[in-house]
């Protein structure tokens, strides 16, 4: 079990720049987050899926598009970066979410010039 | 709105120690308290889920314990040593309200060999 897996793991954009963080798990979860970690403010919950072909808004969706296709696969779409979308970014996978384990993947650090 | 409360924010202690890291929230009405593990420039590990109607989780060294009538929750590590090293991080999911996690700022843990 490779659990959950973040690529990649540093990146670099400009202002306006475009990309996608990808995040994957093998443990068949239904439940699936992306988190942002920032100095100060704690982790903060940006969108989130029960499922594959349902997703919802966290705390601080904007500026953030997701898609949840399949099962395994929950990528983090930055439609134009900004400066204050630089962090750390964690992607998190449970069975469900109330009274379920969470599990985290490694992280994505980004910085956006 | 629930809140999540980690006291202190660094702890400095000399290694072979029992210690005490304290949790606090601000709602009762939880799913699940779970503590995590934060090496630097890592995710977050999971190290013990508490269920609401739980009175502690044993593993290892590790002992969580929930009181959930007064919102506390402690983790005591027996017999500390250098490798326990990290930040530690509680998390609630409410029964109430938004699907995430909510977490504390964490206490940054420092074993003196």
Known sequence: ???????????????????????????????????RQDPGMGLRLIHYSVGAGITDQGEVPNG??????TTEDFPLR???????????????SSRGLAGYEQFFGPGTRLTVL | KQEVTQIPAALSVPEGENLVLNCSFTDSAI????????????????????????????????????????????LYIAASQPGDSATYLCAVIGIQGAQKLVFGQGTRLTINP
């Not at chain 1, 659990?3 to 979860?29: E, I, R, W, Y």
């Not at chain 2, 609401?52 to 314990?65: C, D, H, P, W």
């Open chain 1, 78 to 92: 930055l439609l134009s970066a900004a400066p204050s979308q630089t962090s750390v970014y964690f992607c998190a």
């Open chain 1, 64 to 69: 953030y598009n997701v898609s949840r296709s």
């Open chain 2, 31 to 74: 799913y699940n308290l779970q503590w995590f593990r934060q090496d630097p420039g890592k995710g977050l590990t999971s190290l013990l889920l508490i269920q609401s109607s739980q009175r502690e989780q044993t593993s290892g060294r590790l002992n969580a314990s929930l009181d959930k009538s007064s919102g506390r929750s402690t």
């Open chain 1, 1 to 35: 079990n490779a659990g959950v897996t973040q690529t990649p793991k540093f990146q670099v954009l400009k202002t306006g720049q475009s990309m996608t963080l990808q995040c994957a798990q093998d443990m068949n979860h239904e439940y699936m987050s992306w988190y």
